[in-house]
């Protein structure tokens, strides 16, 4: 019999919206579909407008809030009905929601995903587990990055020390030693797709850089890659995260040393996201044998081989040499944390966030008996 989750991820990217079908009844579980929303222009312009500190941010946060929880619900929809599965076949649905504020730096350290739940149990049928990073944050953790316990259920080997890395708006890894005596460990290496994407809306029109085309066709600027990687997050040791509120457009005009052609300004921003990620990798992972792919910046094939070339010869391919389509790990990721949640078991590795213990994290919306 099938125990079937949903998963919703939609992360710093604002790209769009993924829901997945995953059939956790198979070891290792089964992704079954994934069905992409796309939020097109003016919602992101939106959620991004929320980013940052702005006028009537109550009223703007409240009502988006509902809307991206109708946009959750209408994704699952759509998902169950391309698979012929019915709403009450579904366990649960874990929703991520969307990051407008991370900062687990600040003094009175906080996080904040909006896509109401109430809406989205409610719409559905279905009961949903979300919110999951603040629980992290109240037990003392970064509250990120939360898919590494995924990773490990769905990715370890036995005989190979691999990482699992995860290209979205922020690149993450995920550090899986083969002998299971070593713990997991993982944390946000720094910019993955965001400043480039941000770089090829401005200059190209363009929401990203397809395969990373137009970065290929641009120098590395030596200056601005040695401003960028003297950034001081990267030096930071983990457990550590980021997001929007470091790397955005506005921070990085700050860092251009004077008029550059905008192609060369993509090509170094492609190299800072290879060079972060595999400093990270070399600094953290010596023994790396394996280095498997996810997110939309597995699309980036410039990216792929500008990382590549970087970590001399160790095996790079992306998740789908797994089983997995890369572009569906991260929501799988919270299909089997609102299914721990569910059962009463913890979804965070206090090796990974920081935090002082593992714990039970998100809250339930539970479905109304129909
Ligand atoms: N064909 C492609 N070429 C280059 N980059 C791509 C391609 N497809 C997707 N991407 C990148 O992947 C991003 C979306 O990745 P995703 O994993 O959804 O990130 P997030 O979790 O931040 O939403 C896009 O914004 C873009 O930067
Ligand atoms: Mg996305």
Same mark, same amino acid.
């Given at each position: 019999?099938?125990?079937y989750?949903v998963?919703?991820? $939609? ?9 997945v079908l995953v059939d =956790? ?7 079954v579909d ?17 980013? &940052? ?26 998902l169950l009905?391309?698979n012929?599965v ?8 874990? $929703? ?20 109401? %739940? ?15 990073? #603040? ?42 030693? &083969? ?26 029109? #363009? ?8 970065? #290929?066709?641009? *120098? ?18 983990? %457990? *550590? $995260?980021?997001?929007?509120? @470091? ?9 251009? %040393? ?20 595999? $400093? ?33 010869? @160790? ?10 389509? %890369? ?6 990721? =919270? ?20 935090? #002082? ?14």
């Open positions: 019999m099938a125990d989750y998963g919703l991820m $939609s992360g710093t990217s604002m790209d769009a919206l993924d829901a =956790f009844a198979t070891t290792p579980p089964t992704l994934g069905y992409h929303l796309e939020l097109g222009s003016a919602l992101r312009h939106e959620i991004m407008g929320l980013c &940052a500190p702005g006028d009537n941010e109550i009223e703007r946060l409240s009502t988006l809030d509902v809307q991206l929880g109708r946009l959750s619900a209408e994704a699952v929809r759509q009905a391309q012929g019915a709403a009450a076949a579904i366990k649960g649905i874990g $929703s991520h929601g969307q990051t407008v504020r991370h900062s687990p730096a600040s003094a009175i350290p906080y996080t904040l995903q909006i896509g109401d %739940p109430n809406t989205i149990a409610q719409l559905s049928g279905i009961a949903t587990v979300a919110d999951f990073r #603040r629980r992290d944050m109240a037990a003392g953790g970064q509250g990120a990055p939360l898919v590494p316990a995924f990773h490990q259920t769905q990715f370890h080997s036995p005989n190979k020390n691999r990482v699992i890395l995860n290209i979205g708006g922020i690149a993450n890894i995920t550090i899986l030693p &083969a002998a299971t005596s070593q713990p997991v460990s993982g944390f946000d290496t720094g910019p993955g797709n965001m400043l480039m994407d941000g770089w090829s809306q401005l200059h190209q029109n #363009r929401p990203y850089d397809e395969n990373g085309n137009w970065a #290929r066709s641009g *120098k590395v600027v030596p200056e601005l890659l040695n401003t960028l990687l003297a950034d001081a997050y990267l030096s930071l040791p983990p %457990p *550590k $995260s980021t997001g929007r509120e @470091r790397y955005n457009l506005p921070w990085l005009q700050t860092q251009l %040393p004077g008029q550059l052609l905008p192609q060369d300004v993509q090509a170094t921003l492609c190299e800072q996201t290879a060079t972060t990620i595999a $400093s990270a990798i070399l600094q953290y992972a010596p023994t790396t044998e394996e280095i498997y792919l996810c997110g939309g910046g597995a699309c980036n094939g410039y990216l792929l081989e500008r990382i590549a070339a970087h970590l001399g010869g @160790r095996h790079l391919a992306t998740t789908a040499e797994l089983g997995v389509d %890369p572009q569906w790990v991260e929501a799988m990721a =919270f299909a089997w944390l609102a299914r721990q949640t569910l059962r009463h078991l913890p979804g965070n590795l206090p090796a990974v966030t920081g935090a #002082r213990e593992a714990v039970i994290l998100g809250g339930i919306y539970p479905a109304t008996p129909r």
